[in-house]
């Protein structure tokens, strides 16, 4: 949700700013711009609306350089994606970009205009620029300045701001937004994901809610919400580790889904005893913990709500627990009720969803018997807030919509109910061992259906023309259809819904005909036969269906139905398996249809505002 790039050297960052844009752009791309002090000292921007390419190109037209700026790509929030609206945002000598949303913008927009500022934007963001030139008429230290007016501030924020008066730093705070700090030689940055910055460094310091820092050539000072001065720990990524590359992929959704058999691997790693899950990983007091759980609510936005979906299936039949799941944004402001013994489970890939992170803030005020997070991102506020983590290893995901993730969330949330049935006394040892075969053997099957790409591509075509799409499951296979028609309508635009494939004959069967195509995910389990007859209603209705079922599931292909067939799989593990083939089916779609696959229209990857 809006990226942040910022730099103070004694170079020229202009290349490292836009760079830096690159490889943000998955957190917003609606415009984009950069503010640079340049070698007279005066304050330069460029902006543009539309992607980063756009500012490029502007940049090749105007070249602009500097040694200390800030840049921006942005989600709109506030004002529309326009060029005025895009920051950085300009007030005197102050240049300022923001991610997140000021919620007092209106009553500080009143104040301002009253004191004679003009605005030029529909932004909230302006107001800070505006405030803190106000601000230094009265306290010349920038730094001071700017730690006067983020007290005025409430809302959610990350900011990065330069001044042309006072050009030897670069400050930054943050509140609800992510930022982390580069460190270099003689030089430093600022960035809300270190991907942005790993052309330059690979050492990083990330600022923790409420810390405001100031950044030098040499020195960074960092001082939190109580304005006590801090020291925060340096972090050192390995060289080649979160590469941002597309390889010899078209788009890094394609790559994504391929590696996903490596991160499996990966995400297995450690994890696993030979016939049992092992405990330590979920950290210190998870063994004493999980014996206690008798309730377990699950929180989370998007498709890792759809992963958590899976999860109560799996939590009720393998642990014997009771699981509650609830999108975050209505977990956060609904007056609940906490069941005795219950574990909160929030689900995120990037870590910072601001309604998941606030879902599980209120369940730390709460009485919880704790709090564990499935977290792609080890260094994300979810995973240092959470009493518990488990980390999903699936590496940097770029593609807004998300597929290793999600599948490496399934891995993790499978050991925690394995390991919450142990510790629970409900698993049986065998059933718990040969489910740990399975998983070892997962990352090769899941390379088996990649393998079945071209044929999946082929039926792609036929979708193309489309404007409607239903997806049916039952069991485990419900939460499978709903990623599957998320991950549809996401990247290809095409209108899909999903069912548990018994409520069809309760309303969704009256949209069924020739034009509305029916996607089934079907393994041979005790529900196939049930599904059949569900299928056979469609049928019945001149319905085409797709079904993904195993050789064993005796559903064949014939006139108006197609069967794909995937290796055979226990079925605890069908719904990573079933997953992958949806993925493929909606990449390809939205290849035919030309749409922007890893940047779709409207959408962002990190959703860091409410
Ligand atoms: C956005 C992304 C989705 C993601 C959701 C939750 O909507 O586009 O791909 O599933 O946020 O994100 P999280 O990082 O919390 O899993």
């Known amino acids: 949700m809006c990226g942040i790039v910022g730099a103070i050297a004694e170079r020229n960052i202009t290349a490292i700013l836009l760079e830096g844009l690159r490889r943000l752009e998955y957190r917003g791309y609606d415009s984009a711009g950069i503010a640079l002090v340049d070698g007279e000292g005066a304050l330069r921007r460029s902006r543009r609306s539309g992607k980063v390419a756009a500012l490029e190109q502007a940049l090749k037209e105007q070249p602009l350089s500097g040694q200390l700026g800030i840049a921006h790509t942005r989600w709109a929030t506030h004002g529309a994606p326009t060029q005025r609206n895009a920051h950085p945002h300009f007030s005197g000598s102050v240049a300022l970009v923001h991610n997140g949303i000021i919620e007092n913008h209106e009553a500080l927009r009143q104040r301002l205009l009253a004191q004679g500022y003009a605005f030029s934007s529909d932004t909230d963001t302006e107001v800070i620029a505006h405030l803190l030139t106000e601000q230094l008429k009265t306290t010349a230290d920038l730094t001071d300045a700017f730690k006067a ?149 699950i929180v989370a936005c998007g498709t890792s709500f759809n992963a958590g979906l899976v999860a109560k299936y799996w939590l009720e039949a393998l642990a014997g627990i009771s699981c509650q799941v609830e999108v975050a944004s209505e977990f956060r402001y609904r007056d609940t009720v906490t069941p005795k013994d219950c574990l909160l489970v929030c689900i995120s890939q990037s870590g910072e969803t601001a309604d998941t992170l606030a879902a599980l803030r209120k369940a730390n005020s709460g009485d919880y018997l704790a709090t564990l997070a499935v977290c792609n991102v080890p260094t994300s506020s979810l995973v240092r807030e959470a009493d518990l983590h488990l980390l999903a290893q699936a590496g940097p995901e770029i593609g807004v919509a998300s597929t290793k993730a999600f599948t490496t969330q399934l891995i993790c949330l499978l050991l925690l109910c394995l390991a919450l049935g142990r510790a629970r006394g409900h698993l049986d040892n065998a059933v718990e061992a040969e489910l740990v075969a399975e998983l070892r053997r997962l990352p090769a099957r899941v390379g088996e259906v990649l393998a079945m790409e071209k044929k999946i591509a082929l039926l792609a075509e036929r979708f193309a023309e489309k404007h409607h799409c239903l997806f049916v499951g039952r069991g485990t296979q419900y939460p499978v259809a709903l990623e599957g028609a998320l991950k549809l309508k996401e990247i290809s635009y095409i209108h899909a819904e999903a069912y548990p494939a018994g409520e069809l004959k309760h309303g969704p069967l009256a949209l069924v005909d020739a034009d509305m195509p029916v996607i089934a995910v079907a393994p041979n389990n005790e529900l196939l036969e049930k599904l059949k007859s569900n299928l056979q209603e469609v049928r019945a209705r001149g319905g085409e269906l797709v079904v993904f079922a195993d050789a064993h599931s005796g559903l064949e292909s014939s006139e108006g139905v197609s069967v794909l067939t995937l290796p055979a799989i226990h079925d605890g593990l069908t719904p990573v398996l079933y997953t992958v083939p949806l993925q493929l089916l909606a990449y390809h779609v939205a290849v035919h249809k030309g749409t922007d696959v890893d940047q779709p229209r409207n959408l962002a990857k990190s959703v860091t505002v409410e």
């Open 149 to 297: 007016v983020v007290r005025q501030l409430e809302g959610a924020y990350g900011l990065a701001v330069i001044c042309a008066a006072q050009p030897d730093r670069l400050l930054a705070a943050r509140s609800g937004s992510p930022l982390v700090i580069g460190l270099g030689h003689g030089e430093n940055f600022l960035a809300s994901d270190p991907l942005a910055l790993r052309q330059v460094t690979d050492r990083f310091i990330y600022l923790e809610e409420g810390d405001l820092a100031e950044i030098q050539h040499q020195r960074v000072q960092i001082w939190n919400a109580d304005g006590e001065p801090v020291r925060r720990e340096t972090v050192e990524y390995p060289q080649g580790e979160q590469s941002a590359d597309k390889g010899a992929y078209r788009h890094f959704m394609l790559k994504e889904i391929h590696e996903q058999p490596a991160v499996m691997q990966r995400t297995l790693e450690g994890r696993l005893q030979e016939n049992a899950v092992s405990l330590e990983a979920f950290g210190k007091g998870a063994a004493e913990c999980f014996g206690k759980v008798t309730n377990v609510q």
